[in-house]
């Protein structure tokens, strides 16, 4: 299989080219300039593997939740380069993405809480388990809210969970508090709160995808911003 997959919804700006299990990547932190460094990115690992786009399988993207700015750009580089190339999308949450790091930093994580700093006093967060081969499980929905909202998903009660995502780094108490879900109390085995979503982990997490046929058209490559959708009446949803 050969995938390219796109990240650019927090500081973290890169690129990874999967090549029949192998990846590549280019990866670098910036507070800006995601639009100017990421097609660079790109051409230097297809001309690295001496690819073109349309020798590839599929395009991956980090589809949010995120800032608004790097998954429209995230979100348009994908539908441009898969329609102009004739390749399936898969999107991949930018959470999932954050949650697979820290699974694969910790080989004694069972789940992941993460929280990534959504900036207006608010993190995204949801929770993780470890699955099949090791890939990160969604168990809960992706919420935006203050940080004395978060709570644990039910299915993590008793596992050895993990902290991970900047929000853990931007809203200390969430680390120091235990988390509270159905009735039980339980704090977090570790924090890793330099964590953010990278374009490797989207393609680890999009090759299953692709395989089994979760695929999306070119034009149905849009991102997930979830505070929008929270913002919105229930009645509205």
Not at 52 to 57: P, T
Not at 108 to 129: Q, T
Not at 162 to 180: C, D, E, I, S
């Amino acid at each position: 299989m050969k995938l390219l997959a796109i990240e650019t919804a927090t500081e973290a700006c890169s690129a990874a080219l999967l090549v029949d299990g192998v990846i590549a990547v280019r990866h670098e932190e910036m507070a800006r300039g995601h639009a100017e460094r990421i097609l660079p990115m790109i051409d230097e690992l297809l001309q690295e593997a001496a690819l073109s786009l349309r020798q590839l399988d599929a395009i991956a993207f980090g589809r949010g939740p995120g800032g608004f700015t790097g998954l429209r750009l995230a979100a348009s580089l994908a539908q441009g380069l898969a329609f102009g190339a004739g390749l399936r999308v898969v999107p991949v949450s930018t959470l999932r993405a954050v949650a697979q790091a820290a699974l694969d930093r910790d080989s004694g994580a069972e789940g992941v809480l993460v929280c990534n700093d959504a900036r207006m006093h608010e993190v995204y967060w949801a929770s993780f388990r470890r699955g099949a081969a090791g890939l990160a499980e969604a168990v809960s929905v992706e919420r935006v809210g203050a940080a004395d909202s978060v709570a644990l998903a039910g299915p993590l009660e008793g596992l050895a969970v993990v902290g991970a995502g900047r929000g853990f780094a931007a809203y200390p108490q969430l680390a120091g508090v235990p988390l509270v879900s159905a009735g039980a109390v339980l704090a977090l085995r570790a924090v890793h709160a330099d964590l953010l979503p990278s374009a490797a982990a989207i393609a680890r997490l999009a090759m299953p995808e692709w395989q089994a046929g979760r695929t999306v058209a070119a034009h149905e490559a849009l991102p997930i911003y979830v505070r929008d959708d929270v913002a919105r009446p229930a009645a509205a949803r």
